[in-house]
């Protein structure tokens, strides 16, 4: 400590006392410094070593004063006056900050917990008749739920927190007084210290905290494994239908060209071939969505199926019941029949949780975008590209042709690419294999190839692509063509893995 | 020796050591405390406070080695009320010593 850091913490001491007082006092101890520095050639440290340490000095000097030195462990017992600074910058605080952080997390609280009472319908599944899945989801849910409870928890401490920060701060700007002992008590309430108070409640938390992870792994699991049996059995048990026809002979005659445009937010999209000359798009669903609409419009020649998703993922939504949690497990389905003859425009399918199929169109351009669920285009002619975007899926194109790109972007799946025939290929994932098979057999006419993915290995079999370029973090490369006499300008890296195969 | 009978007389003493000569606080703090162990925090309210009460007066002596130092100097209400206070120690030791003589000998 030198002698500014000993002057300023005796000053804080000696906060209960008046400017003028303090400065007398504090003046002492600065001689007291210039004394063993000039006149005792003493360093700082030595003086302050000498000295008592400040909080024993404000003691001893507010002990004549008859102040008991428990009045003085807070510093905010001053006796100066409210600042008229300190109440503008109090309310601008109130204004733009607590005016909201206040009811958002009021209302986050009332919400988790109004979640959890979600819980109750839960007991359903388990009233009456029951399968063992129904008794694997009780429990499973039962674990989600108690996790819920925990979060909920914290949020209910987070609120109170902030509630007795600005309690405490309007008590400080206006010096309220005895707010010191006001504060002490305020403290004290907060649910984590409850519990923590009390150690039967501790442990049976703890308890049930372990229980729930256990839970939810060890039926979560058990669930994983079972998914498609579940799936059959939540699926057959509510299924409604919406059925929308048009009679598409008159353009199959004149070749009218049509346009699909699909975006929603949890469901499964599927793109076949009509049979007849009727366009028919299906909707299978278990509860009427909200903001949906299903059209053709035999004017635009459009089909549009489209529904508002709620991008604001920050209002917190969290009414979850087990219609929810199915309609997780079983999205709706919209299943779009197009006859054969029709040639589709640009065609842009979207959705957020679901997977999405493309079975024997011819189309000018098609787009894929999803977050979670397997893309599967197969049999698909495109005049120019296909591009597909995705997060966590796999992604599959099998027997498909394109004169222009074919472009694939995942995170989190494996990309495979079969029996097609595009000019240029650009295959990107970050965990996920690669795999690459029969590519441009007959024409042999690709002109590049650019495959990447951080985690996985990338196989190429019979790819006759002119520029093929691979790029692996930690995975094998493989590379064989039966025609090896078809000139490859070919480049790999992998950082760890070897590269093998008849195409160097 | 007591916290509690230092305390008593501190006030006392401080001020005959200023009616002996003008001095600075380090310098009675450590006259004092050569011959009973003090506070050093102890002596500089008590100099604020005979200051506040005009029982003495303060000033500036410039100094060739260093900053100048806050001398005190007693007043005429200071002389005469360290007459007073030797006149009460005087009573009270008396009394003092009685009780505890008559004390022992009981």
Redesign the interface.
């Known amino acids: 400590m030198n002698k500014n850091e000993f002057l300023r913490q005796l000053e804080k001491e000696l906060g209960i006392l008046d400017k003028v007082?303090r400065k007398?006092?504090l003046?002492?101890?600065e001689?007291?410094f210039?004394?063993g520095?000039?006149?005792e050639n003493k360093t700082e440290q030595e003086v302050v070593l000498e000295?008592?340490p400040p909080h024993?000095?404000a003691r001893?000097?507010l002990d004549?004063?008859g102040i008991k030195p428990k009045h003085v462990s807070r510093p905010e017992e001053r006796y100066e006056g409210v600042k008229l600074g300190s109440i503008i910058w109090l309310g601008c605080v109130d204004l733009f900050l607590l005016s909201w952080i206040i009811p958002t997390l009021f209302g986050v609280t009332v919400a988790m917990f109004g979640a959890v009472l979600g819980y109750l319908p839960v007991f359903t599944l388990v009233i009456g008749e029951k399968s063992t899945y129904d008794v694997m989801i009780f429990w499973f849910l039962t674990g989600v739920f108690i996790l819920l409870f925990n979060f909920a928890l914290v949020i209910l401490d987070l609120f109170i927190w902030t509630l007795k920060k600005s309690l405490k701060f309007h008590l400080d700007t206006f010096k309220v007084r005895r707010r010191a002992e006001f504060n002490k008590k305020m403290n004290r309430i907060n649910v984590d210290g409850f519990i923590k108070k009390r150690k039967k409640l501790l442990s049976l938390k703890r308890l049930t905290f372990i229980a729930a992870l256990l839970l939810v792994g060890i039926f979560g699991f058990r669930l994983a494994i079972n998914a498609d049996n579940i799936y059959g059995l939540y699926v057959n048990q509510i299924s409604l239908t919406e059925i929308e026809t048009y009679d598409a002979s008159d353009d199959v005659l004149n070749s009218i060209p049509w346009t699909v445009d699909v975006d929603v937010d949890n469901m499964k999209i599927i793109l076949v071939q009509s049979e007849t000359n009727e366009i028919v798009v299906t909707r299978e669903y278990q509860e009427e969505p909200i903001d949906f609409s299903m059209e053709i419009n035999d004017v635009t020649h459009t089909i549009s199926v489209m529904q508002e998703i709620e991008d604001n993922y920050w209002s917190f939504n969290l009414d979850i019941n087990l219609e929810e949690i199915l309609r997780m497990i079983k999205p709706d389905v919209i299943t779009i029949a197009i006859p054969e003859g029709i040639v589709l425009q640009y065609t842009e399918l979207e959705t957020m949780n679901g997977t999405i199929k493309v079975v024997g169109m011819t189309m000018i351009e098609l787009v894929i975008n999803n977050v979670n669920g397997a893309v599967t285009v197969e049999s698909v002619d495109v005049l120019t590209n296909i591009t597909i975007n995705s997060f966590n899926s796999n992604v599959q194109v099998e027997d498909s042709t394109g004169s222009g790109k074919l472009f694939v972007k995942t995170a989190n799946g494996r990309i495979s690419i079969a029996e097609s025939d595009f000019q240029r290929y650009e295959l990107d994932t970050e965990n996920g294999r690669i795999y690459l098979e029969e590519l441009n057999v007959e024409n042999k006419d690709g002109v590049s190839l650019d495959a990447e993915t951080s985690n996985g290995r990338i196989v190429l079999d019979n790819v006759y692509v002119g520029k093929v370029d691979l790029e692996t973090s930690n995975g094998n490369i493989i590379y064989n063509n039966e025609d090896q006499s078809f000139d490859v300008d070919y480049s790999r890296n992998t950082g760890n893995g070897s590269t093998t195969g008849n195409v160097n | 020796m007591s916290t509690q009978l230092k305390k008593g007389v501190l006030e006392m003493v401080v001020l005959s050591k200023i009616a002996q000569k003008d001095s600075y606080g380090y310098d009675i703090y450590q006259y004092i405390d050569g011959y009973m162990v003090i506070s050093e925090s102890t002596i500089y309210p008590i100099l604020r406070k005979l200051t506040k009460e005009g029982l003495c007066s303060t000033y500036l002596r410039e100094s060739n080695e260093g900053p100048p130092r806050k001398y005190f100097k007693i007043s005429r209400l200071g002389i005469s009320r360290l007459g007073e206070l030797k006149v009460d120690w005087k009573k009270f030791e008396n009394v003092v010593n009685t009780l505890i003589r008559s004390d022992r000998y009981e």
């Open positions: 007082e007398e006092l003046d002492f101890y001689e007291r210039y004394n520095i000039y006149y000295l008592e024993v000095i001893n000097i004549q004063y």
